[in-house]
């Protein structure tokens, strides 16, 4: 079992930055992939980024040069790093956790399906 926990949500102006942060419990953090998925009102779940446990990164096109993802493994967290941010990244951003052993590239893991757990959700509201 893995319980993932976002937190470092809030309010920005555009052009700002944030940065989120997905705190796991359970000893297989530093073997799963972790990926970070927002939701803004009335659609779907959205990819914007994702980390290999070997520390690989995949980034929406949308977020490139914008995002950044890393991980701690000492502190089984998981960091979103966004600047330049935009009203239209207003969305709960949540991260979720694969614990599978299938070694997929960026189409795999912009996939919400292949994840196992899913936090709760931190809200990140971008102001114009």
């Known amino acids: 079992q893995v319980q993932l926990v976002e937190s470092g949500g809030g309010l920005v102006q555009a052009g700002g930055s944030l940065r989120v942060s997905c705190a796991a419990s359970?000893?297989?953090?530093?073997?799963?992939?972790m990926g970070w998925f927002p939701q803004a009102p009335g659609k779907d779940r959205d990819f914007v980024a994702a980390?290999?446990?070997?520390?690989?990164?995949y980034y929406a096109d949308s977020v490139k040069g914008r995002f950044t993802i890393s991980r701690d493994n000492a502190k089984n967290t998981v960091y979103l790093q966004m600047n330049s941010l935009k009203p239209e990244d207003t969305a709960v951003y949540y991260c979720?956790?694969?614990?599978?052993?299938?070694?997929?590239?960026?189409?795999?893991?912009?996939?919400?399906?292949?994840?196992?757990?899913w936090g709760q959700g931190t809200q990140v509201t971008v102001s114009s």
């Open positions: 359970g000893r297989t953090f530093s073997r799963a992939a």
């Open positions: 979720a956790a694969d614990l599978g052993t299938y070694p997929g590239g960026s189409a795999y893991y912009a996939k919400p399906e292949v994840y196992d757990y």
């Open positions: 980390i290999t446990f070997r520390g690989t990164t």
